[in-house]
């Protein structure tokens, strides 16, 4: 198995997840950008409508489109953003030489998760944290670290 097999392995289930929580999301802001195009106020706000969505980025993305159209370009959105992490993740690991990763797995801890696994000289701590919020979507940050092992 190599080690993008690997990692797309560990992953699985926090990008299922993700994938899931970021359409509802998105179904959930499109659906209160609606509401308030279609309210009783005289003039809608372009600042207030990008509240609405979370940001400019995601007003784009709602402004205009099908509900269909839109869980589209979400879930490419998605994906890249888990292809990134991906190659930062193995971008590390093969700063340091590492080429083959033994199987891990991700264990949640509070507000992410945590993946630990010894390879040669190395201990490899992989540390995903989890934010998200009533108008920000769901996200993640992920953290390598690649030290000697002792």
Known sequence: MTMQDQINKAFADIDAQTMADTLAW?????DAL???????EK???YHAAMN?????????????RSLKNIKIMVAKIVEDN?????ARIEKALTKKG???????ANVFRG????????VGNYFVEINTIVAEGCIQS???????KVREAA
Request: glycine share 10%.
């Open 52 to 64: 609405i969505c979370g940001s400019k980025k995601w007003y784009d993305v709602f402004s205009g």
């Open 82 to 86: 888990i292809a990134k992490r991906n």
């Open 138 to 144: 769901r996200h993640t940050r992920t953290l390598v």
């Open 34 to 40: 609606d509401a308030y195009i279609k309210s009783d």
């Open 111 to 118: 507000n992410g998760f945590e993946g630990s696994f010894k």
């Open 43 to 45: 003039y809608c706000s």
């Open 26 to 30: 998105a179904e959930g802001r499109n």
């Open 98 to 104: 590492i080429t083959e990763i033994p199987e891990f």
